[in-house]
T-cell receptor
Framework: NAGVTQTPKFQVLKTGQSMTLQCAQD?????MSWYRQDPGMGLRLIHY???????DQGEVPNGYNVSRSTTEDFPLRLLSAAPSQTSVYFC?????????????FGPGTRLLVL | GEDVEQSLFLSVREGDSSVINCTYT??????LYWYKQEPGAGLQLLTY?????DMKQDQRLTVLLNKKDKHLSLRIADTQTGDSAIYFC??????????FGQGTELSVKP
């Protein structure tokens, strides 16, 4: 299994540009999430999905859209990039065993917005 | 909402024990987790503890949970330079809503 893959690894955008961060998992996990990581702030949840066709907002959803048309893919769209969206973005998928969830993280996408 | 707090830095000498601490506000999390992030990489699950347990040991790792004080700790015995990383505690809530602390950067000096 490839696990959780993310593309691109690095991206530079100009303010106002749009782009899509790709995330795919081949473990047939129901749950997928997007986080951003900023220095001194840990990981903050942007959006998450509990299954194909179902998405919900996390802690910091503004400026981002998601969709989940298949179990495998969970793309994150930046509608109009702003410098405040400069961050490292992590996608994760998870499965549940009873009440316990195990999350698997992708390697991250480093985004710089000028 | 839930808040999870960690100290930002810890420095130890190789061979010593490291203790990374975490406090949380919401006691409804069924599980509490420790993740490790090496430079330039994603997070990797280290270990977790069920909220009904007080302690869990896994080789060099010991997790202690004090439910009354809402305090979680991770002890790494015989710390090695390869343990240098950022360690995140997280409170798990259903549906992928994992709340993370800010991360503790562990530096191991030879």
């Amino acid at each position: 299994n490839a696990g959780v893959t993310q593309t691109p690894k690095f991206q530079v955008l100009k303010t106002g540009q749009s782009m899509t961060l790709q995330c795919a998992q081949d473990m047939n996990h129901e749950y997928m999430s997007w986080y951003r990581q900023d220095p001194g702030m840990g990981l903050r949840l942007i959006h998450y999905s509990v299954g194909a066709g179902i998405t919900d907002q996390g802690e910091v959803p503004n400026g981002y859209n998601v969709s989940r048309s298949t179990t495998e893919d969970f793309p994150l769209r930046l509608l109009s990039a702003a410098p405040s969206q400069t961050s490292v973005y992590f996608c994760a998928s998870s499965y549940k065993r009873g009440a316990q969830e195990t999350q698997y993280f992708g390697p991250g996408t480093r985004l710089l917005v000028l | 909402g839930e808040d999870v707090e960690q100290s930002l830095f810890l420095s130890v000498r190789e061979g010593d024990s490291s203790v990374i601490n975490c406090t949380y506000t919401d006691s409804s999390s069924t599980y509490l987790y420790w993740y490790k992030q090496e430079p330039g990489a994603g997070l990797q699950l280290l270990t977790y503890i069920f909220s009904n347990m007080d302690m869990k040991q896994d080789q060099r790792l010991t997790v202690l949970l004090n439910k009354k004080d809402k305090h979680l700790s991770l002890r790494i015995a015989d710390t090695q330079t390869g343990d240098s990383a950022i360690y995140f505690c997280a409170g798990g809530i259903q549906g992928g809503k994992l709340i993370f602390g800010q991360g503790t950067e562990l530096s191991v000096k030879p």
